[in-house]
């Protein structure tokens, strides 16, 4: 079993849109990252989260430790937001954040 | 203020070959770390380093090492390359090892092995 799961794989959405992107764990964790990878390679970090919520513009993510789940929402969907969207977990639990492991990554398309 | 530059982005090399790839931290940033990206493998870690000391290495063979320098610009090398060993290769820097620093990612360099 993966320790990371994401869900969907894929997801093709219209413009304007809501739309949300899923992350299971099952490893004890400090932190979740959720990343962005634009087709030519380079990788943003968007959230760091250990609990509850965060926002940015029209991007928001939460987080349910207990649960080990986290949730990537995307409001009012743009052709620009297509990419592919990532969560990554610190393999050592308070530890070092750059030891991480990686979710398969969710394809987002955005159709205008 | 200029973000996390690697370098080349492009390389050839052929089976049996050595390599070696470079990346320069945002000013200020102590920690690198490095990751291996296939289709079918996804992102994979590789090391950490901070201030000059490797911190944890991923489950790659011996064939793949890496280093900082005191400037906290890091390189990584791969020994006989493989075929497999073709991949996007990202590195990513932060101000310190802990998970409240933020990680900033370069544009990455992408190896063929032919």
């Known amino acids: 079993k993966n320790e990371v799961e994401q869900s969907p794989q894929n997801l093709t959405a219209q413009e304007g849109e809501f739309i949300t992107i899923n992350c299971s764990y099952s490893?004890?964790?400090?932190?979740l990252h959720w990343l962005q990878q634009h087709p030519g390679g380079g990788i943003v970090s968007l959230f760091m989260?250990?609990?509850g919520k965060k926002k940015h513009g029209r991007l928001i993510a939460t987080i349910n430790i207990q649960e080990k789940h986290s949730s990537l929402h995307i409001t009012a969907s743009h052709p620009r937001d297509s990419a592919v969207y990532i969560c990554?977990?610190?393999?050592?639990?308070?530890?070092?954040?750059?030891?991480?492991?990686f979710g398969k990554g969710t394809k987002l398309s955005v159709k205008p | 203020k200029a973000g996390v530059t690697q370098t080349p982005r492009y390389l050839i090399k052929t089976r049996g070959q050595q390599v070696t790839l470079s990346c320069s931290p945002i000013?200020?940033?102590?920690?690198v770390s490095w990751y291996q990206q296939t289709p079918g493998q996804g992102l994979q870690f590789l090391f950490e380093y901070f201030s000059e000391t490797q911190r944890n290495k991923g489950n790659f063979p011996g064939r793949f090492s890496g280093r900082q320098f005191s400037n906290s610009r890091s390189e990584m090398n791969v020994s006989t390359l493989e075929l497999g060993d073709s991949a996007l290769y990202l590195c990513a820097s932060a101000v310190s090892v802990g998970v409240e620093s933020p990680l900033h990612f370069g544009n990455g360099t992408r190896l063929t092995v032919t």
């Open positions: 000013s200020g940033h102590r920690s």
């Open positions: 490893v004890g964790i400090s932190a």
């Open positions: 989260l250990s609990s």
């Open positions: 990554a977990l610190p393999m050592n639990y308070g530890g070092s954040q750059g030891n991480l492991i």
